[in-house]
């Protein structure tokens, strides 16, 4: 009886997977973090140009400037808007890249602890092959000595 080999290809198909997975999941961090920078990056953006509109507010200014002024204020919230759609976007998939790697990690200790059972039983099987052949030698042994 031999340690079958497969326990060995299903454990590190199930690894090779685990770390496909961790990779992802740290990209995922990683775009995460750069969408949350940017959202803050075009809320400051929008806070100093509000303050501005409403400092120029106080100035003579042309119907186009101010026409401007509002219109840039509106695509600066456009934007912002769409930031946060990705934020919710990039976060949920995030959620299930996580669930993903778990999974992963719990399938890849599940295919350990198989290979290890199959190694056990082969020594165990071993072990009971060589105490009977010693028993029988002893045997064997008994009897040419009668």
Do not use: P
């Not at 199930?14 to 940017?38: C, F, G, N, V």
């Not at 219109?71 to 990705?86: A, C, G, N, P, S």
């Not at 959620?95 to 082969?122: F, P, S």
């Amino acid at each position: 009886m031999q340690v079958r080999s497969c326990w060995a290809v299903l454990t590190k198909k199930a690894k090779d997977k685990e770390e496909d997975l961790q990779l992802t999941y740290a990209q995922s961090q990683k775009r995460l973090r750069e969408l949350q920078e940017s959202r803050h990056r075009m809320d400051s953006l929008l806070e100093d140009y509000k303050k501005r509109a409403a400092e120029s507010q106080n100035l003579l200014h042309s119907m186009a400037d101010t026409s401007n002024q509002r219109q840039f204020i509106l695509h600066l919230q456009d934007l912002v808007i769409r930031v946060e759609k990705d934020i919710i976007k990039a976060s949920a998939e995030l959620h299930g890249i996580k669930l993903a790697l778990t999974e992963a990690t719990h399938q890849r200790m599940k295919m350990e602890t198989m290979q290890e059972k199959d190694a056990q039983t082969v020594k165990t099987w071993e072990r009971k092959r060589d105490q009977k052949e010693m028993d029988a030698l002893g045997l064997t042994l008994f009897n040419l000595k009668a």
